[in-house]
Every structure is written in structure tokens, then in C-alpha cells.
């Protein structure tokens, strides 16, 4: 069967995230038949450059081959059972090398099936461990104005973004919410640190003025990514964390999309040398292979849940597959290929590839900014340069970007008005070289009024 005839059958059947289907009406719907490396291909034999690792997942490759061999492996020796009262070896295997990864102190992993899921637990977490501590007043949290956190109702709560949260907003608690450090929004000559310094002074008066209520603090570090990969320098963590222990309040690191290299170090936490109360890890844990998530806690924290079964302090959390044994052994041979590889090493000089090849958008007299973390590179499409004025969301700018990228055989997905670059690791210069130009073109196509004949109905959609 062709790619028409699949999409007919998926169209009559599946209901897809993030969509509005009856956009499909108008964008063709791309059934994707296998992948390899960095590229996708359809029923039809074209080729798409995956260049946002399939929703920031895929680290090293479609159908990898040392990840698929130990998958495999597992496969033939146990699928999955269940957690509560039982174990196996993948994951002690796993805790015992994540702990040794991350930031010091982290000593205790809670497994769940996805990022929202992390989320979830962090946040029940912390707020029962101030309930277990006597602390019954501490309820709330804060959060930064932008983030993102995920999609069940206590991820949405603590996120930011009206266009995801604002339907569901009678079902969610309700988060103290500070000015994001944002560098795009530093004056003319400021540097990101001063002005991640002077935005902190939000977060400090929150702080003095809430603590008392407060559970924690909640922030994706150093990238606001589904915010529209809004980037922030480390002096912010470094000052959250001590004001948070002044404070007493916890700090919760949503790493689930910045985790494993994507920031220029394994964990973005790293650049700040601090260690937080909670880390949330999803997406690269698994390489891409398999849903699954996982909260990291201290000692502290551990043991405020810690006691006789009849004083009703445990945490009754859980979730079905719960440390699955296929799951644990794809991160596991990812961590592997972390380790044999020096990984962090050759991204650094893919970065630096990242850069040169974007840095005549600079210049480009619709993009205000272009910015970039380690592996993550976006560039910032406006009406204006000079008074930075955006494109009305109305006009949909993004997928006339997006459908012409498509005609070219590279997958961008912008995030609104900001294309983005999140490859896979395993992406050649040659290739960065490719997305660079394509992404060039698009936004070309996206900022005019005359759109090429390939995203001739794009403004329908999105």
C-alpha cells in the first residue's frame, strides 16, 4: 500500500496528538514505514532528515543497532513484572548507573512510564514529604512563566503555555508563577548572565513572600523548551538553589527534555554544579525506544517516607509497567553508547557545526534572534527586527515553514514562530550543513506573502 492508502486508514481510526485533524484535510498525513539513523521514510520510498529526534527522543539513530540487540536480548530472557514486592537485574542495573551519573547526592530512583508521569510523582513527592515532616501549611508551587512540565493535570498545573493549559484551567491547582530569565528578553548590550542575575530578584521576593506555603520550585534547566526554547543562563540555578534552601523549599529539575547531552553536559544541572531535590528524566533515557520516566531523590526525602507500614507514610504511587525490563535495557545500552563513545565530546564539535551553519540568520531581516544550548539551536521569526514584533499566531507562520521543509525531505516541526534544530547525536556536519540551508529556505517561505506552491494551504493549518 501507498502513503494515501495508509493515511485513509489512520484517518478513519486514530486520533492524533497535538493536532487539529481537520487540518489533515488540507496537510497530507505521512505514515513513516522504517527508520534508520537520522532519517525517516514513508511507503513511497522518500526520505525525511529527522531534525527534531522525533518530539527530542531519539539520541542515537532509528533502529540503532546496539540498542536493538540488547532490547532483543532482553526480549528472550523477560518481558516485564511487576515492581511492587519484586525486582530484576536491568533495573538495579539502571539505578545504580544513573545514580552514579548525576548530580551528587541523588541516591534513591522512583520509576514511571513517561515525563508527565515524572512530573507527577516530583510533585506528589515533595508535597507529601512536607505533609510526613509536620508542615501541613506547605501546599503550593512555583513555577516560571513559560515552562512547560507536560499534559496530565498536575504537569499542566505547573506549566505556563495558555495554549495547552487554558481549556483545563477550572481542573488545575493554581502555582505561584514568576517572570521567566528569559535571555531574549535582556536589554540591548546586556549579557545573559547580568540579566538572569536581575530576574532572579522575582524569584527572591516569591520566595520571602510564600515560602511558608511552598513545596517546591519547579524549572526546566537552562531551556524553556515547548516555551519556545526560551534559553537562560546558569547563575539562575545556582542562585534558585541557594535561595531554595534558605527557604526551605525543595527544587524540582524537569530535565526530561534538556537530560542526556542536549545542554553540552549530561545533565543541564551540571553547568550550575548543583544538585536538586528532585530530577525528572524521560525522553533520551530510553534512547527513544520505549516510554519511561524516572524521578531521582535524596536520602533527606527517602527517609521522610521511611517507617512502619501502620503510621501510613509510604508513598502509594504507581503505575503498571513501572521499571520495565525492555525500557531499563534500552537506557542501559544507550548509557553504554554514552560511555564507549565520548558522546558529550563530538557534540560539542557538532554544536560548533550547528552554529557556523546557522549564523547568516543572524543577519536575516526576519529572525531576532538565534540562539542555541549545546545541541539545541532555535531561531526566533518576527514581523519586525527592530522592535522584535511577532507574526499574529493567526497567520500560522510555522507550518508554511514546516510543509516546505517537508518538499525538501527534512522534518521541522517550529514551535509557533521559532524554528529549532534538536538532531539526533548521530547527525554528520554534512548533514547539519543540509538542515541549515533547508531551514533557510523555509523561513524564507514562511515570512512571505507570496508562499511557494508547496505550502500554497499551509496558512490553513497548524
Not at 509536620?134 to 505547573?158: D, M, P, W
Not at 544541572?269 to 533520551?284: N, R, V, Y
Amino acid at each position: 500500500m501507498n502513503n494515501h492508502d495508509w493515511a485513509r486508514r489512520d484517518l478513519a481510526v486514530v486520533w492524533h496528538p497535538c493536532t487539529q485533524m481537520k487540518d489533515h484535510e488540507q496537510l497530507p498525513l505521512i505514515p513513516i514505514r522504517r527508520g534508520e539513523g537520522v532519517w525517516l521514510e514513508d511507503f513511497e520510498g522518500r526520505r525525511y532528515l529527522d531534525a527534531i529526534s522525533s518530539w527530542w527522543v531519539n539520541l542515537f539513530g532509528h533502529a540503532n543497532p546496539r540498542i536493538n540487540d540488547a532490547v532483543k536480548a532482553q526480549m528472550d530472557q523477560l518481558e516485564h513484572v511487576i515492581l511492587a514486592g519484586f525486582s530484576h537485574e536491568p533495573v538495579v542495573r539502571l539505578s545504580e548507573r544513573l545514580i552514579a551519573l548525576a548530580p551528587p547526592g541523588l541516591n534513591h530512583c522512583f520509576y514511571a512510564d513517561n515525563g508527565s508521569a515524572a512530573i507527577e510523582v516530583a510533585l506528589k513527592m515533595s508535597f507529601h514529604y512536607w505533609q510526613n515532616v509536620g508542615k501541613k501549611n506547605k501546599t503550593r508551587f512555583i513555577n516560571l512563566a513559560g515552562s512547560y512540565h507536560g499534559e496530565t493535570l498536575g504537569a499542566l498545573a505547573v506549566g505556563d503555555v495558555s495554549l495547552f493549559k487554558e481549556t483545563y484551567q477550572p481542573l488545575l491547582l493554581t502555582p505561584i508563577t514568576v517572570p521567566s530569565p528569559d535571555c531574549y528578553q535582556r536589554e540591548a548590550g546586556e549579557s545573559c548572565a547580568d540579566y538572569s542575575v536581575r530576574a532572579f530578584a522575582h524569584m527572591e521576593r516569591a520566595l520571602a513572600q510564600h515560602a511558608h506555603e511552598v513545596c517546591a520550585v519547579i524549572v526546566e534547566p537552562l531551556v524553556q523548551c515547548a516555551g519556545g526554547m526560551r534559553m537562560y543562563d546558569p547563575v539562575y540555578l545556582k542562585l534558585l538553589r541557594a535561595a531554595c534552601d534558605r527557604h526551605g523549599v525543595h527544587l524540582i529539575a524537569d530535565e526530561i527534555a534538556v537530560g542526556f547531552g542536549r545542554t553540552g553536559t549530561l545533565f543541564a544541572c551540571e553547568q550550575a554544579a548543583i544538585t536538586p531535590d528532585f530530577m525528572c528524566l524521560s525522553k533520551g533515557l530510553t534512547g527513544g525506544y520505549l516510554p519511561m520516566s524516572v524521578v531521582l531523590t535524596h536520602d533527606t526525602v527517602y527517609q521522610a517516607f521511611y517507617d512502619d507500614y501502620a503510621r501510613l507514610s509510604a508513598f502509594l504511587h504507581s503505575h503498571s509497567y513501572t521499571g520495565n525490563p525492555l525500557a531499563c535495557s534500552a537506557a542501559l545500552a544507550t548509557l553504554d553508547i554514552f560511555a564507549a563513545d565520548d558522546v558529550i565530546a563530538r557534540n560539542r564539535a557538532l554544536a560548533a557545526e550547528m552554529a557556523q551553519a546557522t549564523a547568516h540568520l543572524r543577519d536575516h531581516p526576519h529572525v531576532a534572534e538565534v540562539r542555541q544550548m549545546g545541541m539545541i539551536l532555535a531561531v526566533e521569526m518576527v514581523q519586525d527586527k527592530a522592535s522584535r514584533t511577532p507574526y499574529p499566531w493567526q497567520e500560522r507562520r510555522g507550518v508554511r515553514l514546516y510543509r516546505h521543509a517537508l518538499s525538501r525531505g527534512a522534518l521541522l516541526r517550529p514551535l509557533g514562530n521559532v524554528s529549532y534544530l534538536m538532531p539526533p547525536y548521530v547527525i554528520t556536519p554534512e548533514q547539519i550543513r543540509f538542515l541549515a540551508e533547508v531551514m533557510t529556505e523555509s523561513i524564507d517561505v514562511a515570512v512571505s506573502d507570496r508562499p511557494d506552491a508547496s505550502s500554497a494551504t499551509a496558512t490553513l493549518l497548524f
